[in-house]
């Protein structure tokens, strides 16, 4: 299953430094969503998802310098402490490893700029400059 994590490039860089990180809840397609949400398909439903967490983003980047930004980890089952509505908890932190890719809100909160995660690290100076 895939969770979407709204963070800081502050958070980004500690994460990808330390290799974990305690994780908030990650937006993610729990039974309740799918439920809610059964006339989506997987690819509507994980936009959804990650427009939940660019709402989260843009709060963030409120509070703090620099835009916002969303990690797509991908977790299992045992990793999961807790299934809300439409989030997960994870039992332990996250792993740096789990993480799939990174998406750059856009100021408006509308837009999702995709990098993988090999494009991450050479990004996360510019991205912590603003």
């Known amino acids: ?23 908030g809840p990650l ?5 309740k969503f799918l439920t809610a949400n059964n006339d ?3 690819e509507q439903g994980e936009y959804m998802l990650s427009m939940l967490a660019a709402d989260e983003a843009i709060e963030m ?3 703090s310098t ?7 980890l991908e977790i299992t089952d045992p ?3 807790e299934h809300g509505e439409n989030f997960v908890n ?5 792993r740096w490893e789990d993480v799939q ?6 100021p408006d909160g509308e837009e999702l700029t995709w990098f993988a995660t090999q494009e991450i690290s050479a990004a996360i100076s510019q991205w912590i400059k603003g």
Do not use: H, W
Request: charged share 20%; aromatic share 10%.
């Open 27 to 31: 937006y993610a397609p729990t039974i």
């Open 79 to 81: 990793q999961i402490a």
């Open 61 to 63: 980047r409120e509070e």
């Open 90 to 94: 994870l039992k332990e932190n996250g």
């Open 40 to 42: 989506l398909d997987d």
């Open 1 to 23: 299953m895939r969770g979407y994590l709204p963070v800081t490039a502050e958070e980004i860089s500690t994460f990808l430094s330390s290799g974990t990180m305690e994780c």
């Open 66 to 72: 620099g835009p916002g930004f969303i990690l797509a």
């Open 101 to 106: 890719c990174a998406f750059l809100v856009s």
